[in-house]
């Protein structure tokens, strides 16, 4: 139990100080994102040397490359903060020790990762849409207007499930076919909800000077037809910034997301919960 408490102490600790530079700064600065994971891995490897168990570390290490490997391809798809993919790590490296019964714990914070993540996505993502009512209102017939043909093509797969279900006496496969036109629904709305409040509050202008290793390029740079710098990349890095400075370009626009680290503070909260 000794070690399970450093753990969570260490692990509150660090998570509160990054929640607030993510809140106040929208960054966290990599001391504690890899010292979290380094003193989580060294905790391991003492304990392992102590109980004469190498496999507490083996699994620390394995539990980390899996969500490691996860939160990386969330990284290059511009969807997570590097800060965040490694603090996440640190969390599988702890909790793959554990488990609930036959149920890894490590599963189990997952799933309070993407409940509690979801939830407080949207409802950030709700407040900003509010704030900004009818910007958000006129975007959002805007992208509309352009997917017509998508909605078009929606609404008639909905149909023929609709009409297929006229058809099948059993339920389950009724309630199933109902799910499925629901959940079409609401995640094409819900896409174009994201794309509204993506573009009015996370895509912004930046000059020149205030740009940083890091940022997130939203759109291209191009100089005379000539793409200087591409969005495929995860991030600009020092090269990318100083093409950019040597083009002269006056700004650049860059995404910056919602700060997930409280998220993942409450998400490792619950999942503590079950180890003691």
Known sequence: MVLEIIFFILSLSILLLASIFDLKTRE??????????????????????YTRNIFFFLYSCAGGIIIFSLSYVLYRAKQMGGADAKILTALGAIFANYSLGNIPLLFIFLLFLV?????????????????SWKRANKKAKDILREKKSIRLALVIFVLLLLIVTLFISNENIKT???????????????????QVVESIHFIVRIPLEKITEGDWLAKEVKVNG???????????????????KKAKVDF??????????????????????FIF
């Open 28 to 49: 966290v600065p990599d001391y504690l994102s890899y010292g979290f994971l380094i003193s989580v891995l060294g905790i391991s490897l003492l304990y392992s040397i």
């Open 115 to 131: 409940g509690i993540g979801s939830l407080y996505t949207f409802s950030w993502g709700t407040v900003l849409y509010l704030k």
């Open 176 to 194: 199933l076919l109902a799910v499925i036109a629901l959940l079409s629904v609401s995640t094409f709305y819900l896409f174009i909800f994201i």
């Open 226 to 244: 000539k793409c200087i710098c591409s969005t495929k990349a995860p991030c600009l890095d020092k090269k990318q910034i100083e093409a950019i």
């Open 252 to 273: 650049v626009f860059i995404k910056v997301g919602i700060p997930f680290v409280p998220a993942i503070t409450c998400a490792a909260i619950a999942t503590f919960i």
